[in-house]
């Protein structure tokens, strides 16, 4: 088989795998409009698939008669109606998937546990284990909110350029949801600093008083993905918090092997 001629400038190159090479490359075009916001124009996706102009042509037309995609007024291409149905499952499946390792956590730590994605600019809980206690944090699955108060939001974002981060907070706004609450770039972007450093995000009582989150990312997810634990700060302690991030990391790589698992 020739080699493929969808060259491209980052690491989602499409390469022969023996699968189709058109829905290969339908999809990673799909990619590519998600990466730069859900709206095209077809040289800009020549640019950075390094697929020919009539190619790309042939596969968006494709895409807008299967209503995957649409054309814009402007002539541009937007991410179609179609892939909400698909998005909505894959969400429900991935919460499927979790709830077990969430149970785990309220197990090992005995607080609330969450999942949630980056949809957009929002982060959306998309699975929950409740704690045991009477007194306990409750986030409703299918809630949507800005990644700038929250753990889990750090943690999606942490390793997004400074470039990225500073046009979400653009779109996003920063609002106070209380008084500890991140409102500049500058901070919410020296808050992802020590994310890194530390290998966890918290959320110290800046989207709800009394209430501490820790977070980490899913590393190797098909998409952004982090699990938190959450409960009062009294409980939620810097005692508690040296006992409880290792079991986080620890569940979020075993995560990470079942939503990579079959590639």
């Given at each position: 088989?020739?080699?493929?001629?969808?060259?491209?400038?980052?690491?989602?190159?499409?390469?022969?795998?023996?699968?189709?090479?058109?829905?290969?490359?339908?999809?990673?075009?799909?990619?590519?409009?998600?990466?730069?916001?859900?709206?095209?124009?077809?040289?800009?996706?020549?640019?950075?698939?390094?697929?020919?102009?009539?190619?790309?042509?042939?596969?968006?037309?494709?895409?807008?008669?299967?209503?995957?995609?649409r054309q814009q007024p402007n002539r541009r291409y937007?991410?179609?109606?179609?892939?909400?149905?698909?998005?909505?499952?894959?969400?429900?499946?991935?919460?499927?998937?979790?709830?077990?390792?969430?149970?785990?956590?309220?197990?090992?730590?005995?607080?609330?546990?969450?999942?949630?994605?980056?949809?957009?600019?929002?982060?959306?809980?998309?699975?929950?284990?409740?704690?045991?206690?009477?007194?306990?944090?409750?986030?409703?699955?299918?809630?949507?909110?800005?990644?700038?108060?929250?753990?889990?939001?750090?943690?999606?974002?942490?390793?997004?350029?400074?470039?990225?981060?500073?046009?979400?907070?653009?779109?996003?706004?920063?609002?106070?949801?209380?008084?500890?609450?991140?409102?500049?770039?500058?901070?919410?972007?020296?808050?992802?600093?020590?994310?890194?450093?530390?290998?966890?995000?918290?959320?110290?009582?800046?989207?709800?008083?009394?209430?501490?989150?820790?977070?980490?990312?899913?590393?190797?997810?098909?998409?952004?993905?982090?699990?938190?634990?959450?409960?009062?700060?009294?409980?939620?302690?810097?005692?508690?918090?040296?006992?409880?991030?290792?079991?986080?990391?620890?569940?979020?790589?075993?995560?990470?092997?079942?939503?990579?698992?079959?590639?």
């Amino acid at each position: 088989m020739p080699p493929s001629d969808a060259s491209t400038s980052d690491s989602r190159t499409v390469v022969p795998s023996g699968g189709v090479q058109s829905l290969e490359r339908a999809f990673d075009l799909l990619e590519r409009m998600a990466d730069a916001g859900g709206e095209v124009g077809l040289s800009e996706l020549s640019t950075t698939s390094g697929l020919p102009l009539p190619t790309i042509h042939r596969l968006m037309r494709t895409l807008v008669l299967c209503g995957y995609v649409r054309q814009q007024p402007n002539r541009r291409y937007a991410l179609g109606p179609r892939l909400i149905r698909l998005g909505e499952s894959a969400s429900r499946l991935l919460g499927t998937w979790a709830r077990p390792y969430l149970q785990h956590l309220v197990e090992e730590t005995g607080e609330t546990a969450n999942m949630a994605l980056l949809d957009g600019d929002e982060v959306v809980y998309v699975a929950q284990a409740p704690s045991k206690h009477s007194m306990r944090m409750f986030t409703e699955v299918g809630r949507r909110v800005l990644p700038h108060s929250t753990g889990v939001g750090k943690a999606l974002l942490a390793h997004a350029s400074p470039e990225e981060v500073r046009a979400l907070l653009a779109r996003t706004g920063m609002p106070a949801a209380t008084e500890k609450t991140i409102t500049t770039p500058d901070g919410f972007l020296e808050a992802l600093e020590q994310v890194r450093q530390a290998g966890y995000a918290v959320d110290d009582n800046e989207q709800e008083i009394g209430v501490r989150c820790l977070a980490v990312a899913v590393p190797d997810s098909p998409t952004a993905a982090a699990i938190s634990i959450s409960g009062p700060a009294g409980r939620v302690t810097e005692a508690a918090t040296e006992r409880i991030v290792p079991i986080l990391q620890q569940t979020a790589k075993d995560l990470s092997e079942v939503l990579t698992a079959g590639g």
